[in-house]
């Protein structure tokens, strides 16, 4: 009766072991399908750690803070060929004053249309090691960075923490589409 007891409770482990896979981790898969982008291969990430997050009213503040830079800064340049009276580069900074106005204005329209949201997180950063594993190559991120979305949209990867938040905007519903990007 003991040998039955031990062979029928091994042939039930091994019964549930076969039958409970591990679930994927979504935060692997949205990493592996960014950094794979389409190619055949795996990604394997070892450690994810998140560092921080930013809410819509903290990456408006810095998009607006970045355009308000570039006006000043296109502004400046074009003083200073009017001075020099050089028409053509004064004028190439004027269309550039013209489009940044527009990219600010925008902004301001985006951020009315998400006045309700302005508190929620628009993405989290985190720092992950990994590897990705193709056909011919194979690349090891250590303490690598990405930005993700909620919604699990990977909107940057970098090696540099300090380079995160170049592509912030991204995580703004419509900011592209403002720019006239895709």
Request: net charge neutral; aromatic share 10%; proline share 3%.
């Amino acid at each position: 009766m003991k040998i039955i007891a031990k062979v029928l409770s091994v042939s039930l482990l091994c019964i549930f072991a076969a039958g409970c896979k591990p679930k994927a981790d979504p935060l692997q898969e949205v990493l592996g399908a960014y950094i794979l982008r389409g190619q055949e291969g795996t990604f394997r990430l070892y450690r994810i750690e998140k560092i921080d997050s930013t809410s819509f009213r903290t990456e408006f503040e810095r998009r607006q803070n970045v355009f308000d830079l570039k006006l000043r800064e296109e502004t400046r340049l074009y003083d200073d060929y009017v001075r020099q009276n050089k028409p053509k580069n004064a004028e190439r900074h004027w269309e550039a004053i013209q489009r940044t106005h527009e990219v600010i204005k925008g902004l301001d329209s985006l951020r009315a249309v998400l006045a309700g949201r302005m508190d929620e997180i628009a993405y989290y950063d985190y720092v992950f090691s990994g590897r990705s594993d193709t056909d011919n190559t194979y690349t090891e991120f250590t303490d690598a960075y990405a930005s993700i979305t909620p919604a699990l949209e990977v909107i940057a990867l970098t090696a540099e923490r300090k380079d995160l938040h170049k592509a912030g905007g991204r995580a703004i519903p419509g900011y592209l589409q403002m720019l006239g990007e895709e």
